[in-house]
């Protein structure tokens, strides 16, 4: 396998704002006088696009229809409060982007508002080792659809055979190995399973992927498949 890229999922992969995402969702909801548990945020939020949070939001409560088209806005401040408490970055996950964009193309394919991975490469200082992004508005549809990684492999002029993906949830594992990537899924410890099965390589902490533990998966998918 010739790697020329690898491509890094942004929430709950590089940043861990994805349960942030959960304590503000949760919240937000509570305050507009919904009795819903912290489970039920769980379920909703961790993993999923903002089209299917809308979506589900829409059918369980209908008198929020009317909030949709702002309702990111309204929960903004509900994730900047929680935000400011927590660290965003996951030190292990930059750390291995920044040592993998010395020798490699790097890019970021996101679930998230392009202003909010416009902030979190900010925040993260990793502006230098990104070659390209692309954001919600970027691709459609959304994960579990491919289109934002095949897009990326078009935009990187590389094939997707040539990419190694990291991700941390069920719909972002399935988008990349639809495209045809090999995927690396974060699976860490302390935060909610995801069903990421599919995935070539399961780590608790990017800290301990390496291009001989690449190369070793590699070898071991071909002889599985001859």
Known sequence: ??????????????????????????????????????????????????????????????????????????????????????????????????????????????????????????????????????GKEDYSPGKPHPAGYIKASEMLKVKPKQCVVFEDSTVGVTSAKSAGMFCVALARPNRPKQDIALADLILPDLGQFNLELLKQKCEEKCSAME
């Open 1 to 134: 396998m010739e790697v020329k890229a690898f491509i890094f999922d942004l929430d709950g992969t590089l940043m861990d704002s994805e349960i942030i995402w959960v304590y503000a969702v949760h919240e937000y909801l509570l305050d507009k006088g919904l009795n819903v548990s912290y489970d039920y945020a769980v379920e909703l939020v961790y993993g999923n696009s903002w089209e299917y949070i809308y979506e589900e939001l829409e059918k369980n409560f209908p008198e929020l229809r009317s909030e949709m088209p702002d309702f990111i806005e309204k929960v903004y401040p509900y994730f900047n409060k929680h935000a400011q408490r927590m660290p965003l970055a996951i030190p292990s996950s930059i750390s291995l982007l920044k040592e993998l964009s010395k020798n490699y193309i790097c890019a970021i394919v996101s679930g998230s508002y392009r202003r909010d991975v416009i902030e979190a490469i900010e925040r993260l200082g990793i502006k230098e080792n990104i070659s390209l992004f692309l």
